[in-house]
């Protein structure tokens, strides 16, 4: 019985820092900024509310050197310190992004083509933010 208590409380002591670390709440200064993976872009401006404003620009060099080209733009919604974004007219495309001290881990949910990106452009990936405070927005298509 001892030996059971003392497993059962090992457990325990495992199970809630983890479960607390996902309940972190990101503040908006926190969210804020430009975040870098290689050549791909995320902008990311808090707008109360638990919505993001969030924005996705991603490059993926082919081996004839030219490049295929993704971007996505829209809202997220963040609970804790997970958001959700599902890019504006696409079907099967759900990114979620994790914000950690220093970071941005992404996760994408369908191919290229159903995420409305080029050929092998992808955002899943652990971003370094590179900038803070309130983020511009670029048009992707000037």
């Not at 199970?15 to 870098?36: E, H, I, K, L």
């Not at 290689?38 to 490049?67: C, M, P, W």
């Not at 971007?71 to 997970?82: D, F, L, M, S, W």
């Amino acid at each position: 019985m001892k030996n059971f208590l003392l497993i059962a409380s090992c457990l325990t002591l495992l199970v809630v820092p983890a479960a607390a670390q996902n309940s972190r709440v990101v503040t908006a200064t926190q969210a804020n900024g430009v975040y870098r993976f290689y050549d791909n872009e995320f902008r990311v401006l808090a707008l109360g509310h638990n919505k993001l404003k969030v924005q996705f620009d991603g490059i993926y060099h082919t081996l004839a050197k030219s490049v295929n080209m993704g971007y996505a733009g829209g809202e997220a919604t963040i609970e804790g310190n997970v958001a959700t974004f599902i890019p504006e007219d696409t079907q099967g495309c759900k990114i979620t992004m994790t914000f950690l001290p220093g970071k941005l881990v992404v996760k994408q949910d369908g191919d290229d083509a159903t995420c409305g990106f080029g050929h092998n452009v992808y955002s899943t990936g652990t971003y370094r933010k590179v900038r803070g405070g309130k983020t511009k927005f670029e048009n992707p298509f000037k």
